[in-house]
């Protein structure tokens, strides 16, 4: 792109800026997703052990019924969380990521389509009779959806991370169709994605079946092997970084990346034990620090020209009374739902 | 421009609106519906009245089905579908107002887990604490609304945005506070019809009369506020916004109309189906009164949409993402050199980065028809004057001009004629003659039609007639020749050429044999 004359600029209305400093808006984004991932693994991972776990009487079994109820909800706490580091993403370093999700824009589309279906068909799933044999199939789709969901994700945002491959694939298919052809690009990053949500599911499943031998084995297999598989693939994916490797050795990713490794195998001994504060605490942190080393890494794998920080070079217009308000109607938001979700638990005085 | 062109082979127009009537739809039922939910189970519960409470209870199963899934994830499917389509706008409007937007995802989080405890509730909360939680989802729905508002209307009236670039006076803009209330009509509405669908399938008898007069009384009062409010927010449209709307762009004067009728429609079918005939009330009707009121909201929006046309923010950028600043650099460089995304067909991405947001070649929109039987020196000469083009025929009598609502051509001369060439290999290159096996003054007539009538009109205060009056065939061709800028040369076919010039030399014969 050819720098455009500034004399002619100045006196036309260019308001193409920053309105905070990059640092807290890239902030929020990693915290939001963060969050966003911990909702999404739950569910994910949930669906993964609900169904292939080794249950007796699985669909009567009471650990998984309560599961199934409580997947809906999943659902809506990843789908509204998930709303916020999108958002942010704009500011951070929306030029690559738009550019690649118009690429493969039909896919990326479908993407609020699939997860709806798959959204349906848990609610189908948590309203079911007891022992409705059809649950089986409706939770598969659901997964089915859902891997869709996280396959397009990774296809796209790798894609985001590698410019020349964005523009070979859109001269040769501007019509939204194309995945990320160099699928050993991805195909690493979204198994790692996939079976982190198996260990980090497992937590879930393991909480609320602590009391159930059968259940609690099976979270603790899945956990176990998630994060084994988990590392596997997340080797895997180094390894395909090629020139990138090295610089990212060097940069803070390798960093936090440790912490989340360490951190992992924390988790795995506290939740073994059943010291599910301890683990829980570990777990988010955890994965805070991979989504530390996935921001590490897209730094060093990005050409400087698509770092966040260069467009907006002297375009920080800081908009703080606004962001105040965000700030307060985000504790409030924090407030109410500590509230509700209080209220909801203790008063039973509807049951009678 | 960083981002590429996403050439889906559906017009951007239909596919934008499927998705965004929809949302629009259910998200304003989502707010308005909360409302319902929490005053009909008060009232119930005051009147001990057990069947009205069983049927809240079932509209509220309901509710978070289609508001929690369907609105919500209609809602982020606009996300996406804005990014794909306009991602220079998306871009400029998220770098303006994200704080904005972060604030109505605090309230848009709590909506969510309101709707859910409010629903699985039912059987478990005192009944103070259960309507506590449906005030909570109410107001945090409705907070939603009065900041997304701020930055919808902010894409028709920016207002003093443009000079001073200041979040507050893009928000705050000359038709926010209208239409938060016009929408809060709305959304009070919506809950009406939506509930009177449910009632629909209730057994005839008192209970349902009941639910219907009550529910349509509910819809009612939603109108009138929005009604009332519709007159305010007319008012609050700043003049020239409005009278550009309603005498020079077609498509917004039309939905306006529309949006007019369909006001009376909603109004008279609520009063005679749902008060005068309660009693018959069934499924056909709440569907009637469904697809009509869809109808009627879907103008509004239309309107709203079109009226900014050939903008997405008026004043700053257009619909097909290029800035209003920009334009004078960018005719200099040339598009292309301003672009990332090349496909190495020149032609095609001048197409797509200029006219392919509004039009297809052929298909929505087109442009095919208006190049037809021409030559690439027309089409160029088009394309370099294309926001000077004017509807001939006049649907609004009394406005003088109608304006084609188009950006500017961004590019160079050169850039121009590339894309003439790359059009003129989709059309029907065969000289009008030909094609439409006409001769003498007809075919003159059909040249007229292609070549000038889509700028200019013969009569009229800005008609042909007077300024040609009293030229030579010779100072006509030459005039043409070489035209005023914004006006395309005579090119083409010879015959064709003839057949014009004796076309308009004709209109003064006949005055000349007259006297």
Not at chain 2, 166 to 179: C, M, Q, V
Request: hydrophobic share 50%.
């Amino acid at each position: 792109m050819t720098t455009t004359c500034p004399t002619l600029l100045a006196a036309l209305p260019d308001y193409d800026i920053l309105p905070g400093p990059l640092w807290l808006i890239v902030t929020l984004h990693l915290l939001t997703l963060t969050l966003h991932f911990v909702a999404m693994n739950f569910m994910l991972g949930g669906i993964v052990i609900v169904l292939f776990g080794r249950i007796e009487n699985r669909w009567q079994n009471p650990v998984v019924r309560r599961y199934l109820k409580l997947f809906p909800s999943l659902m809506a706490a990843t789908v509204s969380i998930g709303v916020a580091p999108l958002l942010f993403a704009q500011l951070t370093y929306g030029g690559p990521v738009y550019a690649a999700s118009i690429v493969s824009a039909w896919l990326w589309l479908l993407i609020p389509l699939v997860a709806m279906i798959g959204y349906y068909f848990l609610y189908g799933s948590a309203f079911a009779k007891e022992g409705n044999p059809r649950v089986k199939v409706w939770v598969s789709v659901a997964l089915l959806c859902l891997l869709y969901v996280s396959l397009v994700y990774s296809s796209v945002f790798s894609m985001a991370e590698r410019p020349e491959v964005q523009k070979a694939v859109y001269e040769g298919n501007p019509s939204g169709f194309a995945l990320n052809p160099n699928v050993g690009d991805w195909i690493w990053r979204w198994l790692h994605m996939v079976t982190g949500a198996v260990t980090v599911g497992a937590f879930l499943v393991g909480v609320l079946g602590r009391n159930d031998e059968q259940v609690f084995k099976a979270a603790k297999r899945f956990m176990l092997g998630g994060l084994i598989l988990a590392s596997v693939t997340g080797v895997l994916y180094l390894l395909t970084l090629g020139d990138h490797l090295k610089p990212f050795m060097k940069s803070s990713g390798i960093w936090t990346m440790t912490v989340g490794i360490v951190l992992s195998l924390g988790m795995l001994h506290f939740f073994f034990k059943k010291k599910f504060w301890g683990a829980g605490a570990m777990i988010f942190v955890s994965l805070g620090a991979m989504v530390l080393t996935r921001h590490a890494l897209r730094l060093v794998v990005l050409p400087e020209a698509q770092n966040p920080s260069t467009p907006y070079e002297g375009k920080v217009v800081p908009q703080w009374d606004v962001f105040g308000i965000f700030l307060a109607c985000f504790l409030v938001a924090l407030y109410l739902v500590y509230w509700m979700l209080k209220t909801y638990f203790t008063d039973h005085e509807g049951e009678t | 421009m960083p981002y590429p062109f996403w050439d889906v082979m559906v017009g951007y127009g239909p596919l934008m609106a499927a998705i965004a009537v929809i949302h629009v739809f259910v998200s304003h039922f989502a707010i308005g519906g909360g409302l319902y939910l929490v005053v009909a189970e008060r009232s119930a519960r005051k009147a001990g009245d057990e069947g009205r409470l069983l049927f809240v209870k079932k509209l509220s199963k309901f509710f978070v089905l289609t508001t929690v899934v369907f609105g919500a994830l209609t809602g982020v499917m606009i996300w996406f579908i804005i990014g794909l389509l306009n991602p220079k706008g998306t871009e400029a409007l998220i770098h303006n107002f994200v704080w904005a937007w972060a604030t109505e995802w605090t309230f848009f989080f709590v909506e969510i887990l309101a709707a859910i405890l409010y629903f699985y509730g039912w059987k478990r909360m005192s009944a103070k604490n259960h309507m506590r939680i449906g005030w909570i989802y109410f107001w945090a729905a409705w907070a939603s609304l009065v900041v997304i508002v701020g930055i919808i209307t902010f894409m028709l009236t920016p207002g003093k945005w443009l000079e001073t670039g200041n979040f507050w006076d893009g928000f705050l803009n000359p038709t926010y506070a209208s239409s938060v209330f016009f929408r809060t009509g709305v959304c009070i509405l919506m809950a009406g019809l939506f509930a009177l669908l449910v009632a629909a399938r209730y057994e005839a008898g008192d209970l349902k009369t009941r639910l219907v007069r009550g529910n349509t009384l509910w819809a009612l009062a939603g109108l009138l506020i929005a009604g009332a409010c519709w007159f305010w927010y007319k008012a609050s449209i700043p003049d020239a916004t409005w009278l550009t709307a309603k005498h020079q762009l077609s498509i917004a004067a039309s939905a306006l109309e529309r949006f007019q009728w369909a006001t009376y429609l909603l109004f008279a079918l609520l009063a005679v189906l749902g008060l005068l005939l309660a009693r018959m009330w069934n499924t056909v009707f709440a569907i009637l009164l469904m697809v009509v009121g869809l109808y009627w909201f879907g103008s509004y929006e239309w309107f709203r949409e079109s009226a900014r046309k050939p903008y997405v923010i008026p004043g700053y950028m257009y619909a097909n993402g290029m800035r209003v600043g920009d334009e004078a650099a960018w005719r200099r460089d040339g598009l292309l050199s301003h672009v990332d995304f090349r496909t190495g067909d020149d032609g095609a991405d001048l197409w797509r980065y200029s006219c392919r947001t509004c039009h297809q070649v052929d298909g929505y929109n087109p442009v095919k028809q208006a190049f037809d039987h021409t030559d690439p020196g027309f089409i160029a000469g088009s394309i370099l004057g294309i926001h000077k083009m004017k509807r001939a025929l006049d649907p609004f009598p009394g406005s003088e001009k109608i304006r084609k609502p188009m950006p500017p051509f961004m590019g160079s001369e050169e850039e121009a004629k590339i894309l003439a060439e790359w059009l003129w290999e989709r059309v029907d290159q065969r000289p009008m003659h030909e094609a439409a096996g006409l001769s003498g003054p007809e075919l003159g007539a059909a040249v007229y039609e292609l070549r000038c009538a889509r700028c200019h009109a013969i009569d009229g205060p800005d008609g042909l007639r007077d300024p040609l009056e009293g030229e030579s065939e010779e100072d006509l061709r030459e005039f043409l020749s070489d035209p005023a800028d914004g006006m395309p040369a005579l090119s083409g076919d010879e015959r064709d050429q003839q057949a014009l010039l004796d076309f308009i030399l004709g209109w003064y014969e006949s005055e000349k044999g007259g006297e």
